[in-house]
């Protein structure tokens, strides 16, 4: 926690320090932490919102951000524009202001007014329950996964896990580890901080972050050779082709989705034709 903490101006700090050190209920739960100028500081838990009574300045907001930025917000430029940042221990922020476009591109963003730290936990082995699924042990490789679930229920730290767990292989059931290609676009799976992956995405693992789904699943299959690929939260078009064309090259994969359930899947024709297709074998829901 203090890796985030030390970001915010010294009020808010020893505010943050007092609340979340004082409860460890706080200390195991919190996901999020979110200031919005000239309103108070919420704590984000599994299932309830926490307000702090401590009135956010406009000035705080902006010092937090120059901290984030290391007192170079024209170096961090690129990132704002995609809306978030990336701290070490792969824990991001949301960034939310004025955006400045030009010829239909983002290209600046100023005025910010909230920040959204989002606080990454890995949770080790939490794919122990699944996994059976996913393998396919008789050719030693794994089945073409869809992970559904509703925004905030764990899909990528499942996720996650499971890339660790293939990629590392499983000796006492003689699983070997896979070459695993990750596409992070937004940083949340290994949440790499100057390149470096935070969290643990195993031995065997090549990560390609800051560009869309379906151009790094094709850069990853060009250059690396994975014999699995992954990536977080598919739906566009684009995508569904990437992933046929993964298939076709004989790398399977293991992918999320927005939604609830069959249905949700459905009213996307895209991903939904790979289902009926069959080129996605299993699919769970959380």
């Not at 401590?54 to 000035?59: N, P, S």
């Not at 990336?86 to 005025?111: A, D, P």
């Not at 596409?183 to 100057?194: Q, S």
Request: one cysteine or more; glycine letters at 8%; proline letters at 3%.
């Amino acid at each position: 926690m203090e890796e985030i903490l030390r970001y915010f101006p010294n009020n808010l700090y020893k505010t943050l320090e007092n609340v979340i050190f004082q409860n460890s209920k706080l200390s195991n739960e919190l996901q999020e932490i979110r200031i919005r100028s000239n309103n108070p500081i919420i704590l984000r838990l599994r299932m309830s919102d926490i307000p702090i009574d401590y009135i956010v300045e406009q000035t705080e907001v902006l010092q937090t951000l120059e901290k984030l930025c290391e007192n170079s917000i024209y170096a961090y430029k690129k990132q704002l524009c995609e809306g978030f940042l990336t701290i070490k221990g792969g824990h991001r922020i949301g960034v939310s202001g004025t955006v400045v476009i030009e010829n239909n591109e983002i290209i600046n963003m100023k005025y910010v007014n909230s920040l959204n730290f989002r606080i990454a936990r890995e949770i080790i082995g939490c794919s122990n329950n699944v996994i059976g699924q996913i393998l396919d042990l008789k050719n030693k490789t794994i089945n073409n996964t869809l992970i559904v679930s509703p925004p905030g229920k764990g899909k990528t730290t499942l996720l996650r896990d499971i890339i660790r767990t293939i990629s590392n292989g499983i000796p006492e059931i003689e699983f070997p580890g896979q070459t695993c290609g990750v596409v992070d676009e937004r940083g949340e799976i290994a949440a790499a901080y100057r390149g470096i992956p935070q969290n643990d995405v195993g031995i065997r693992t090549d990560v390609i972050g800051n560009i869309n789904k379906s151009k790094g699943m094709k850069m990853l299959i060009r250059s690396m050779s994975p014999q699995v690929i992954a990536c977080d939260e598919i739906g566009t078009k684009e995508d569904a082709e990437a992933i046929k064309e993964a298939m076709i090259s004989g790398v399977k994969g293991i992918f999320t989705i927005h939604g609830k359930n069959m249905s949700d899947i459905e009213k996307n024709k895209e991903i939904y034709e790979l289902v009926e297709n069959k080129q996605i074998e299993k699919i769970i829901f959380l």
